[in-house]
């Protein structure tokens, strides 16, 4: 029998069977994000559920969590049914408290508890953390300063503190909660394991790794090796190691954490699924290309049995398996493999979405680099390549554009309130993609005249491009937001030295315009050091 189911059982035993509920699983919807190869989340946080069962004297902590985790009571049967569908707070700690002799304060508590809980699932924070307030003060006086209800008030004011990112009156709480927990149960019990996870994840969340490696290596001796909630511990631990540097054991204690999860039966689980990416973006980073690709490989034959072509979350992996061909040099199966993406993609989102451009314009630059590549005496292969990468970066440039106008339009429209996050990162994004592929497009035309000559002709062409890539800047440079992004002035200054180096070499060479050129470049360079240095 599980550990889990260990407790389970007991809980059955000393709980109410009446009032006792069962607990509920809160898996993240798959999210879509702008990128090539983007995670499918809408927030970073594990599925791994965090449970405390108060019963009588004694709290029963299972699970760890990496998000939210807030105590309610259960015998609130709708509680737990709110907590169910909010997709963003996971881990809800479970209170049980039907062998306490109720008094004034712990009724209050109960009900302050909930209130607050709900609170904070509507994203009301400063009403959450007056009940929360009230329910730590409230179980205080009810069960006692030093009582585990104390412990989970602590820790839910500690979370709302963490997710509103009042991280110094966080911290203190969430160490109060370990020292009554470590006081009640002892140094060595799993609850304290637990609390110390939370904890680790606090400070894994702050980037003070030497304080989450401790928390989490202590969580590891507190559950021993036996326990089914190590392999947790070691990947969280191996995360820690990986930001501070130390590969080889970051990647062995990862890889025992997929092993212990495989030998389990649970090898296709979104923990496990999560993992095995999370490592082959270590082994891509350090060139280990040929281990990435076969862990990418086995998650995408995963997800072709269980998920079919027909899902976002395929698509995707198939995405970063194609990115990982491609940083290994084999351009041809990248591309083969993106334009099944970009076909399956077609069919889940609608034709003009950004990531459709966006797909165009990265297939369309591999394609230009293949055709590169090619004997000379392919010229009617190159000329057919050509011809489909200029055709998708049309579309790519048409997409961007149209984009661009909605999100001005919406701007306009929304003047006095202003515009939605997501609908300016929608705006930003199609001025990156469309500067890029207006770039593209130049060098589209210069790799294109060596095959058909006309070379004045193409460079004509090439220029044009490259001039509308710098009229589309200026003409949104009054758009702060997008145009002081140093991503859209790297793209910008890309195209002006482009264009610079194109009628330096020309035949009819305009000085004046050179020396434009040459003053704008170094503007943009300083304005992208001085934001470097800020």
């Not at 911290?171 to 149960?185: R, T």
């Not at 990982?324 to 399956?344: H, M, N, W």
């Not at 055709?391 to 515009?419: C, P």
């Not at 000085?511 to 003053?519: D, H, L, V, W, Y």
Request: proline share 2%; with cysteine.
């Amino acid at each position: 029998m599980s550990f889990r189911q260990a407790v389970r059982k007991l809980c059955k035993e000393l709980a109410n069977p009446a009032s006792l509920q069962k607990p509920f699983n809160s898996l993240p919807n798959a999210g879509k994000l702008f990128e090539l190869g983007g995670h499918t989340r809408t927030k970073s946080r594990l599925e791994i559920l965090q449970w405390i069962f108060l019963s009588g004297q004694a709290a029963f902590i299972v699970g760890t969590c990496s998000s939210t985790s807030m105590a309610e009571d259960v015998s609130t049967e709708s509680s737990s049914k709110n907590a169910t569908s909010m997709d963003d707070f996971s881990g809800l700690l479970k209170v049980e408290d039907e062998s306490v002799i109720s008094n004034e304060h712990t009724s209050k508590w109960r009900v302050f508890t909930d209130n607050g809980r709900d609170y904070f699932l509507k994203g009301n924070i400063p009403q959450a953390e007056r009940f929360f307030l009230s329910a730590l003060q409230e179980a205080k006086e009810g069960f006692g300063e030093r009582d585990p209800h104390v412990a989970s008030a602590c820790n839910n004011l500690a979370e709302l503190y963490r997710v509103s990112k009042d991280f110094d009156k966080a911290e203190p709480l969430y160490v109060e909660a370990i020292n009554i927990l470590e006081e009640y149960f002892g140094v060595n019990d799993v609850r304290v394991g637990a609390a110390l996870h939370n904890l680790g994840h606090f400070y894994l969340g702050q980037r003070k790794l030497e304080k989450a490696r401790v928390c989490y290596q202590i969580k590891r001796r507190v559950l021993g090796e036996a326990h089914t909630e190590y392999a947790d511990t070691m990947y969280h631990l191996g995360t820690v190691l990986y930001l501070q540097g130390k590969e080889k054991d970051a990647e062995d204690l990862i890889l025992d954490s997929i092993d212990i999860l495989e030998a389990g039966g649970h090898g296709e689980s979104i923990s496990c699924v999560r993992r095995m990416q999370y490592l082959a973006q270590i082994y891509n980073k350090s060139n280990r290309f040929p281990e990435a690709e076969n862990l990418l490989r086995k998650i995408l034959h995963m997800m072709e049995l269980s998920k079919g072509w027909k899902s976002l979350d395929t698509v995707v992996i198939a995405e970063r398996l194609a990115l990982t061909l491609e940083a290994a040099g084999r351009l041809k199966e990248a591309v083969e493999l993106l334009e099944r993406c970009f076909d399956a993609r077609k069919n889940l989102l609608h034709r003009e979405h950004i990531q459709t451009a966006a797909d165009m314009l990265h297939i369309a630059r591999m394609k230009i680099v293949i055709t590169k590549e090619l004997p000379q005496a392919n010229n009617s292969q190159a000329i057919a390549e050509l011809d489909k990468a200029k055709s998708l970066l049309d579309d790519s440039v048409r997409i961007a554009r149209k984009l661009i106008v909605q999100f001005l339009e919406q701007k306009e429209k929304t003047e006095r309130f202003g515009v939605s996050p997501r609908t300016r990162k929608d705006g930003h994004s199609a001025v990156v993609i469309l500067l890029q592929s207006l770039n593209a497009l130049g060098a589209l035309e210069i790799t294109e005249q060596g095959y058909l000559g006309s070379q004045e002709h193409f460079k004509a062409e090439a220029n044009a491009s490259l001039r509308q890539c710098i009229s589309t800047f200026q003409e949104l440079r009054s758009e702060q937001s997008i145009s002081d992004s140093p991503e859209v002035q790297a793209e910008y200054l890309l195209c002006l030295q482009s264009l610079y180096l194109s009628i330096s070499k020309g035949a009819a060479r305009q000085a004046g315009e050179e020396k434009e050129i040459q003053e704008e470049i170094r503007r943009v360079k300083g304005e992208i050091s001085n934001a470097g240095k800020t």
